[in-house]
């Protein structure tokens, strides 16, 4: 895995904890595959942390783009709003 500075690395975190966003789109804007990015939440989440993620995002459909439903647009709520130095990291 690359050297990440810590506004990327938070910004993944973010697109992983989302339901709606694959793990696909995390490859194409930063190049990490799946299993780094489980890797990447095992090494800056809390234990208990990431196994609640994992737990959420096994089997979720929307997490892999070949499985969504929808085949346009981009679902984003008008409250959702920007992670920054998010409390379920271990910084």
Request: glycine share 2%.
């Amino acid at each position: 895995m690359m050297n990440l500075d810590l506004r990327t690395v938070d910004r993944i975190i973010e697109m992983a904890w989302e339901d709606r966003t694959p793990f696909e789109a995390i490859t194409y804007q930063f190049n990490l595959k799946e299993q780094e990015v489980i890797s990447l939440m095992r090494k800056e989440l809390k234990p208990s942390s990431f196994r609640l993620w994992r737990k959420r995002v096994q089997g979720r459909v929307t997490k892999h783009s070949k499985k969504r439903p929808f085949d346009k647009g981009r679902f984003k709520c008008s409250r959702q709003k920007t992670i920054t130095n998010n409390s379920i990291s271990k910084r």
